[in-house]
């Protein structure tokens, strides 16, 4: 007999759902749109961002809305810090988002579980139900719930406000 402790156990339990969730639901989900996400006067290339949705849409507030399931892959092109990161997430959802108590501790949950990015790591995050998934890497750093929070979060890339116009635009499969 095999003898794992507990934190082995729940790391199993984890790799478990990611490879079910990626199984069961990625065949479903055809891309969307794909952008990048420029950064400075300079306009640096941070990430390529794309957009995977159950049904095709051009019409943000139609996927920001929708209870079909989501996901969006940020492949990063430069390292960018925990703080850096944060400091974006803080910005999106104050530009974006109705901001709430509420939807602020999310938010600082959020950035809590956030670590510094390197170059060539992979994002992932996936709407499912009322709840969103946060993958770094494929391993599952969280999972916040909410269809408050889902919203909001969406918003970021799709919100009056988006990071850069090229960006959102490229998720809706406008460019």
Request: without cysteine.
């Given at each position: 007999m095999i003898k794992i402790c507990?934190?082995?156990a729940l790391q199993i339990i984890s790799l478990i759902l990611v490879f079910n969730i990626y199984l069961l639901a990625e065949p479903s989900l055809v891309l969307n749109g794909?952008?990048?996400?420029?950064?400075?006067?300079?306009?640096?290339?941070?990430?390529e961002a794309k957009l995977y949705l159950e049904n095709k849409s051009h019409n943000p507030e139609d996927i920001i809305n929708s209870k079909q399931d989501k996901k969006l892959v940020l492949f990063f092109l430069r390292d960018v810090s925990k703080s850096q990161i944060n400091e974006a997430w803080q910005d999106g959802f104050e530009r974006n988002s109705a901001f709430t108590i509420k939807l602020q501790n999310k938010l600082a949950h959020l950035q809590s579980m956030m670590s510094d990015v390197k170059k060539n790591d992979q994002l992932t995050f996936y709407?499912?139900?009322s709840a969103v998934q946060i993958l770094l890497?494929?391993?599952?750093?969280?999972?916040?719930?909410?269809?408050?929070?889902?919203?909001?979060?969406?918003?970021?890339w799709l919100g009056?406000?988006?990071?850069?116009?090229?960006?959102?635009?490229?998720?809706?499969?406008?460019t």
């Open positions: 507990k934190l082995q794909t952008g990048k996400r420029q950064a400075t006067i300079f306009r640096v290339n941070v990430y709407w499912n139900n890497n494929n391993n599952l750093v969280t999972t916040i719930e909410g269809n408050d929070f889902q919203k909001a979060l969406m918003l970021n009056e406000t988006p990071p850069n116009q090229s960006l959102k635009e490229g998720l809706l499969g406008n």
